[in-house]
């Protein structure tokens, strides 16, 4: 099983400040890696796909970067919706598909 | 735009069956898409449990591939999740979702809680 690490646990920005999430697998996942969004009694929600690749509706300010196991997911300035949980996951190696444990961006 | 809705009791006794639904609408159960279970304990991060696609293929969680079975309902649009043998360690939000068949997940249920306890 790839296990997915992400760093920090918490991370406290003001608004309008920039925002750098990190996570890294256990062993090469090529690019096969989303970010996810969740917000406090909601799923989550596809933000980054392909490492770099925004979803529909993802604005412009998050980006995500990296490949192989080191992969990063930038805001560029914090807004007010932005406070959520982020997760990565791999797809890249089944079974399982798997999860990091969260980066609370507060 | 692909909807899914979870269905089910939320509360189990322990060694029962934790049986969800889930109700695709906006789309067809037999698109290019993985029809998954994930589950989520709270504060921790999702966990994969199992998918199956609509030609019969499934894939199971290794760590709960004994207790675990997916099914597909083409005649009602719906996918099932059966999980035996529960014990409060199963407590969770289960959502189902829409895999795309590069990886990630396309679309989530807004999530079940089901709570193990006697």
């Known amino acids: 099983e790839v296990v997915m690490t992400q760093s920090p646990a918490n991370l406290s920005v003001s608004p309008g400040e920039r925002a750098t999430l990190s996570c890294r697998a256990s062993?090469?996942?090529?690019?096969?890696f989303a970010w996810y969004q969740q917000r406090p009694g909601q799923p989550p929600r596809l933000l980054i796909y392909g490492a770099s690749t925004r979803a529909t509706d993802t604005p412009a300010r998050f980006s995500g970067s990296g490949s192989g196991t080191d992969f990063t997911l930038t805001i560029s300035s914090l807004q007010s919706e932005d406070f959520a949980v982020y997760y990565c996951?791999?797809?890249?190696?089944?079974?399982?598909?798997?999860f990091g444990q969260g980066t609370k961006v507060e | 735009q692909v909807q899914l809705k979870e269905s089910g009791p939320g509360l189990v006794k322990p060694s029962g069956t934790l049986s969800l639904t889930c109700t695709v609408s906006?789309?067809?159960?037999?698109?290019?898409?993985?029809w998954s279970w994930v589950r989520q304990a709270p504060g921790k991060g999702p966990e994969w449990i199992a998918e199956?696609?609509?030609?019969?293929?499934?894939h199971y969680s290794p760590s709960l591939k004994s207790r675990v079975s997916i099914s597909v309902d083409k005649s009602k649009n719906q996918f099932s999740l059966n999980l035996s043998a529960v014990t409060a360690a199963d407590t969770a939000f289960y959502y189902c979702?829409?895999?795309?068949?590069?990886?990630?997940?396309?679309?989530w249920g807004q999530g079940k809680l089901v709570i193990v306890s006697s």
């Open positions: 906006g789309g067809s159960i037999s698109s290019s898409l993985w």
């Open positions: 979702a829409a895999r795309s068949v590069t990886g990630f997940v396309a679309y």
């Open positions: 199956t696609y609509h030609s019969g293929t499934t």
């Open positions: 062993q090469s996942v090529s690019s096969n």
């Open positions: 996951q791999q797809y890249h190696t089944w079974p399982p598909w798997t």
